[in-house]
């Protein structure tokens, strides 16, 4: 049972050997030299540079205020050439949700491959969700303004919808052998403790803790094996 691909929005996916013998990174900026590569491939490149870009404007400005302009020059291209690729700044923001939601979803398929039983692919899920890669401030930034983007934007609440119903199954499939019945329930708790330490982290001003995070939703877990065994199943 594969988590999260959502191919159905053409995540971008990039090769990463291509990509690290391209990609050099300046103060935070990321370039890539028209040299190095052929013409027919620069296309993907300058699409990971921009929503890689837009992560890190995000990051910097905690909100969705900034400009197509700020996220083509941290991207070291043209704005006229972002607007080429993706259209307007929630298009550029969509895409780099995607991509975020993509390398969420290879870590969860690469946990679950070393997990093993019930208990251990539940654990897997939800360590993914925390690694340093995923849970650091441009990214939790970035899935803050995702909810809100959401509430008025339908191509973003659709992906939402997406990553939620796909999270949730996930968790039920795995949550099922461990709880029975109150599997469905315990999943629902469990995702919203997980979005939760996102927002609540997105207000901190600290250095986000995965394993403290972490710790949070295993207690959790542990809670909701322990309540369903001391209560009949419906």
Do not use: C
């Not at 949700?97 to 946990?111: N, Q």
């Amino acid at each position: 049972m594969f988590v999260v691909s959502l191919t159905e929005f053409g995540f971008l996916l990039i090769d990463e050997s291509i990509k690290n013998a391209i990609r050099s990174r300046t103060s935070n900026t990321y370039l890539f030299s028209e040299s190095n590569v052929p013409k027919l491939g620069m296309e993907p490149i300058r699409r990971e540079a921009l929503v890689k870009a837009t992560i890190a404007e995000i990051g910097k400005a905690g909100s969705l205020d900034v400009t197509v302009a700020q996220i083509a020059r941290r991207a070291g291209m043209s704005s006229a050439l972002a607007h080429h690729y993706f259209g307007g700044k929630n298009q550029i923001f969509l895409a780099a949700m995607r991509h975020t939601l993509s390398l969420y979803g290879a870590e969860v398929r690469g946990a679950l491959t070393m997990a093993q039983g019930p208990r251990g692919r539940t654990e897997a899920i939800i360590r993914a969700g925390f690694t340093q890669s995923n849970f650091r401030r441009e990214v939790i930034a970035a899935w803050l303004n995702f909810y809100v983007l959401a509430q008025s934007d339908n191509h973003a609440r659709r992906l939402l919808g997406v990553y939620q119903r796909r999270l949730h199954s996930n968790l039920v499939y795995n949550l099922r052998p461990l709880v029975g019945a109150h599997a469905s329930g315990a999943a629902l708790r469990i995702a919203g403790l997980i979005d939760g330490l996102y927002l609540r982290e997105a207000l901190s001003k600290g250095v986000p803790s995965g394993n403290d995070a972490t710790q949070q939703v295993l207690t959790l877990l542990d809670h909701e094996i322990t309540h369903a065994h001391r209560e009949p199943t419906e």
